[in-house]
């Protein structure tokens, strides 16, 4: 694999720029929902042609938000967002991916990888990992360390978008990989913010979890997020 200097630089060479999904309203939110990568219905029309307005949270996944932030509202929490960014109400809030581009093999057309199948794997790695650094002793050393080297990159580019947009904001990390990704930051380097805004940092399940899990937005999430949302705007 070469040497990539950032997650731009892979995207570009490995000819992905078409599966990159952009953040949604960082600067002006007060509200920021940290959430994993773009799926399937970020990047694909429902007759896999590529769409080609792109924003997260555009599926099911953004219907649950919907259900607990804009209940009389029908599309997807992405798409309000994309869409609807005149309304006041609705440029309070925002969205971060971890990855700009997905994470899982399932949300990319196959003829689109043929100089970059091995890229998406690693990737899909450091989601199957929970963005924690991969020490398999049944893997080769130069495996471990690509799959890290890659884990790496998606972590730089989270951390240039995230840190200039943390000041006074409320943050809610959505599942696992955007918790550990969160906590990676702040670990690797120096920075004192951290200090600052941990009164505002909400660790909340994925809105994909399945309405069995107790902690899912519809149950005890629910309550948990509008008061938290509520209480910080001052509602």
């Not at 599926?59 to 992405?78: D, H, I, Q, R």
């Not at 093999?105 to 970059?116: E, G, I, Q, R």
């Not at 690797?188 to 899912?216: F, G, R, V």
């Amino acid at each position: 694999m070469s040497d990539y200097k950032n997650i731009k630089e892979l995207i570009k060479i490995a000819k992905l720029d078409e599966y990159l999904v952009e953040d949604l309203n960082l600067k002006k939110a007060k509200v920021i929902f940290v959430l994993e990568s773009p799926h399937k219905d970020e990047v694909f029309e429902k007759n896999r042609e590529l769409k080609k307005k792109k924003y997260p949270v555009a599926g099911s996944a953004g219907k649950t938000m919907t259900e607990v932030l804009f209940p009389n509202k029908g599309l997807s929490f992405g798409e309000i967002i994309f869409k609807e960014h005149q309304d006041s109400r609705i440029l309070k809030y925002g969205v971060i991916n971890v990855s700009n581009i997905p994470l899982q093999l399932s949300s990319y057309n196959f003829k689109d990888l043929t100089n970059s199948c091995e890229i998406v794997r690693y990737l899909e790695n450091t989601k199957k990992n929970d963005f924690k650094k991969i020490k398999n002793k049944d893997l080769d050393e130069n495996e471990i360390n690509e799959r890290n080297k890659i884990m790496k990159l998606i972590g730089d580019s989270f951390k240039e978008r995230l840190i200039p947009n943390l000041d006074n904001k409320l943050i809610f990390l959505c599942g696992n990989y955007a918790e550990n990704a969160f906590k990676s930051i702040f670990s690797e380097n120096k920075i004192s913010l951290i200090d600052k805004i941990e009164n505002n940092i909400i660790k909340i399940t994925h809105p994909s979890a399945q309405k069995t899990d107790k902690n899912d937005w519809r149950n005890n999430n629910r309550k948990l997020i509008q008061k938290a949302i509520n209480d910080f705007l001052g509602l």
